[in-house]
């Protein structure tokens, strides 16, 4: 064997460690990279979840005094309660059915996308 051919196998054998280590470390790098980016969008969800669900839970209280509110304030104007308490029950009826026949062309797109939207979110 040549001298040149003996320093360049020599130089392999210095490269492929320090290139087994170089992978080593990329791939332990890679593995922590997506480890921490699986944590962060967890608790991003998370925490719009447990945000969306408290805003959720004061707006259904709002809504349901409101409802009373409304009911007590149409029974008195018109001499029952119970007149006041079955047109508000009407009102929600007709939303009800309003809703029924709209939501398949805009109400569930529109939900598709946001929360789309907000479970892929990026912090900027």
């Known amino acids: 064997m040549s001298e040149t051919q003996t320093q360049t196998q020599e130089q392999e054998r210095k490269v492929s460690p320090d290139l087994l280590a170089l992978l080593k470390e990329y791939i332990a790098t890679k593995v922590e990279l997506t480890r921490l980016t699986v944590i962060e969008r967890l608790t991003v969800v998370t925490a719009n979840l ?64 946001f929360m789309v939207k907000r479970i892929f979110n990026k912090k900027k």
């Open 50 to 113: 447990i945000t969306d669900s408290f805003v959720l839970i004061m707006g259904i209280l709002t809504f349901l005094f409101a409802s009373f509110t409304l009911a007590l304030y149409l029974g008195e104007e018109f001499g029952s309660y119970a007149l006041g308490f079955g047109i508000v029950a009407l009102l929600y009826l007709t939303l009800a059915l309003v809703m029924y026949f709209i939501k398949d062309k805009l109400v569930e797109k529109y939900l598709h996308d």
